[in-house]
């Protein structure tokens, strides 16, 4: 099977729209993550706090860069910084 091209290049225009119209916001990250605390949470009590406080807090070290195909988002922490990419509105992945 050969792909013209013109055929390439549109699948390419197309995963591009896709990803610009798809692009995650910073409530989707700050959802993703509290649900990724949640699911690692031990006991209870930390699934009370992370509800009680989880999303207010990584609203308050969170920030989020646009880059209109994806998004670049910085969690601060006291001693270090975490760095996620979103695609998609459901795909991130922590680069650092």
Do not use: C
């Not at 700050?30 to 999303?55: H, M, P, Q, S």
């Amino acid at each position: 099977m050969k792909i013209g091209i013109n055929t390439l290049l549109i699948l390419i225009i197309g995963v591009l729209i896709i990803a610009a119209l798809t692009n995650p916001s910073e409530d989707q990250f700050i959802n993703y993550l509290n649900d990724e605390i949640e699911r690692k949470a031990d006991t209870k009590v930390e699934i009370f706090l992370n509800d009680l406080l989880g999303k207010p807090l990584l609203a308050t070290a969170t920030q989020r860069n646009d880059y209109i195909f994806f998004s670049k988002f910085t969690v601060s922490r006291p001693k270090n910084k975490i760095i996620y990419v979103g695609l998609f509105s459901k795909i991130f992945i922590n680069i650092q």
